[in-house]
């Protein structure tokens, strides 16, 4: 029970209309459990909010030790949030490491709350201080709160009978405890899921639920002073509707059931595991009821060789990956081109080359996507912007490879992928079916087949094997273009060529005009973004109209083919901007395509782009 001077501080809280927390520590300290329960309650309270999980790249680091750190970010407000915060308010380090490796971060006077039980010599060295930080003086421009955590929880959980090493593992539940405390939040959730989580072990649920509230009444009752104190953050104004946290791999596999069933298909899933894509595959394997059979394959190839067959077979065939597995799928996906079939290829982008940096974030597979197949081998480029936006491009990818019969690729990233957002959930009536159609029937003359004739789109028929009379050829080799027998001239080769690209570039036809984000259509400066720059680039921009400045803000989903109208739409500007994780990959994209003068600017740090870069950028090109 809070006690009565607790009580009456409710009625003096602070109202920011923003805070950002950040988590960290060890890979085995349940920073992402803590994260992702705290989320649940900024949900719960009805906030906006945006999240970004930061994994090690290593599975296990030794304890301790700095590339080992595993941390869980969130912004969360009674404002829009688009981003997951620049600078966080508050860094609740639970290790010498985990401070040393986010504590640049902090913005001056915010709060860091360490655990001083774990500043041991031992892990004071495994972090590379001489001397403890919380000592000498170097954490001067913060404020810190330090006190033993890891004692505070192994008293708490003392009734229960745990080891010292199972206790210690509740201390995640003890800071989230707190942190509720800090921003008036209900526990009472939080107890329901953990009483379900260890429903078949009572003394851990019970352990955890004690930690949770030992931690919070920490905070109501020991006298912190001015570095502690409750804030409560209002609820966001938002339209009425049925709402949920969604992360951008929970969209793409809902997204993709979504499309599959607006198309009146069975889905098939092949893939194999690999960082960040693997959470796909996750999600749809709970999905059987929908139509959606699963394959985890042997390899990469395998899992699209898998899809290619599926869709051969006449279900709507879908693997995914990130930037490596694309690689090993890049032959299978010349064949898919060739054979002219449905299939969507999803890449998790992640950053590279080679394994790279697999659990950081990084846009750097654009050109991949466009050119990374042997021959002229067109495919549809589509674009995610955030998690929520991934569940619509997700539909929209299965609309144009059923109805173009072509394969899609749809990217979205490391960021994307881990991220989660409020999620207003659709009216499944608002969206338009686009039903698949078998031949069913011979098509050409004197009741010949023609399995390679197109329709008003380019598109050849979809013909499933065993249909009576319809028996055709398909391979990875060049076709007549009619017969779809064996053709290898020149002719023919010139003849396929120019209409698989032709049937690509239509798809143009079907996609919305390009529209301008936020601002007007010409200007100063026009700063296009693709992909998760969407939120800091907004966010930039909105400020710099906010003090005067010439800027728009224009958002590609659609990255191939582009939309008819965007050279027009930029050549209205003097400038163009485009920050991108890469090395300026969509910025020659745009050069190439529509001759303006599109100039980068480029991160590759495996970390998102800040709202201030961009505010900088911004005004240093208009200024």
């Not at 595993?70 to 912004?75: E, L, V, Y």
């Not at 919305?512 to 800091?536: F, M, R």
Request: charged share 15%; glycine share 10%; aromatic share 8%.
């Amino acid at each position: 029970m809070a006690t009565q001077t607790a009580e009456a501080n409710v009625s003096t809280l602070n109202h920011p209309e923003a805070v950002v927390v950040r988590f960290a520590g060890d890979s085995g300290d349940g920073m992402q459990l803590t994260g992702g329960q705290f989320t649940l309650s900024s949900a719960l309270a009805g906030n906006d909010f945006a999240t970004f999980p930061d994994f090690p790249a290593e599975i296990r680091a030794p304890q301790g030790t700095l590339f080992g750190v595993s941390a869980f970010q969130i912004n969360f407000g009674s404002t829009a949030i688009d981003t997951a915060g620049d600078a966080p308010d508050v860094l609740v380090a639970m290790n010498p490491a985990a401070l040393k490796t986010n504590v640049g971060m902090l913005k001056p006077g915010g709060l860091i709350i360490a655990d001083t039980g774990e500043f041991t010599k031992r892990n004071l060295d495994k972090a590379h201080y001489e001397v403890s930080p919380i000592e000498d003086g170097s954490l001067a421009k913060w404020q810190v709160l330090a006190f033993d955590i890891s004692a505070l929880t192994v008293e708490a959980v003392k009734p229960f009978g745990l080891g010292n090493k199972d206790a210690l593992r509740c201390k995640n539940m003890w800071t989230l405890g707190l942190a509720l405390w800090m921003f008036d939040r209900d526990r009472a959730p939080l107890t329901e899921w953990l009483t379900n989580k260890f429903r078949k072990n009572p003394v851990l649920a019970e352990a955890n639920i004690a930690a949770l509230n030992a931690g919070h009444a920490y905070g109501e009752t020991a006298e912190l002073g001015g570095q502690l104190h409750k804030q409560h953050i209002d609820k966001v104004e938002t339209p009425p509707g049925l709402y949920r946290t969604i992360t951008g791999a929970e969209a793409v596999a809902m997204g993709l059931v979504a499309g599959a069933q607006l198309a009146h298909l069975p889905m098939f899933f092949g893939g194999y595991p690999i960082t960040p894509a693997s959470s796909i595959l996750h999600y749809l394997v709970g999905m059987k009821e929908f139509g959606v059979t699963t394959f985890q394959a042997e390899d990469e190839i395998a899992a699209i060789a898998s899809a290619i067959g599926a869709s051969y077979a006449g279900s709507l065939g879908v693997t995914s990956s990130s930037g490596p597995g694309i690689a090993l799928k890049g032959e299978a996906m010349g064949l898919a081109v060739m054979t002219e079939l449905p299939l969507v290829i999803v890449n998790s982008q992640r950053g590279g080359p080679s394994t790279g940096l697999p659990t950081k974030t990084e846009q750097s597979d654009l050109y991949q996507a466009l050119y990374g197949r042997n021959g002229d081998t067109p495919i549809p480029v589509i674009a995610a912007c955030s998690p929520g936006d991934a569940f619509d491009c997700a539909i929209e990818a299965v609309r144009i490879a059923t109805q173009y019969m072509t394969p899609v690729i749809l990217l979205t990233d490391g960021y994307i992928a881990n991220a989660a957002e409020p999620w207003a959930v659709p009216d499944v009536a608002s969206y338009a079916p686009f039903p698949a159609t078998f031949l069913a029937q011979r098509n050409g003359p004197n009741g010949t087949l023609l399995p390679y004739a197109r329709d008003e789109k380019g598109a050849r028929p979809w013909i499933k094997p065993g249909t009576p009379g319809l028996t055709h050829r398909i391979g990875g080799i060049e076709k007549n273009p009619g017969t779809g027998n064996l053709d290898y001239s020149a002719a023919a080769h010139q003849t396929m060529t120019d209409a698989r690209k032709a049937k690509i570039d239509g798809v143009a036809n079907s996609i919305p005009a390009q529209e301008v984000t936020l601002g007007e259509a010409g200007g100063k400066l026009a700063v296009v973004g693709w992909g998760s720059t969407y939120g800091p680039i907004h966010q930039a921009v909105g400020r710099a109209r906010a003090k005067g400045l010439d800027v728009s803000h224009i958002h590609v989903r659609h990255i191939w083919p582009l939309p008819q109208n965007l050279g027009d739409l930029l050549r209205g500007y003097d400038k163009v901007l485009v920050p991108e994780m890469n090395t300026g990959q969509f910025k020659t994209v745009l050069r190439d395509q529509f001759l303006v003068d599109a100039r980068p600017l480029n991160k590759v740090s495996g970390q998102p782009f800040t709202i201030a870069e961009l505010e900088a950028a911004i005004e240093g090109a208009v200024g």
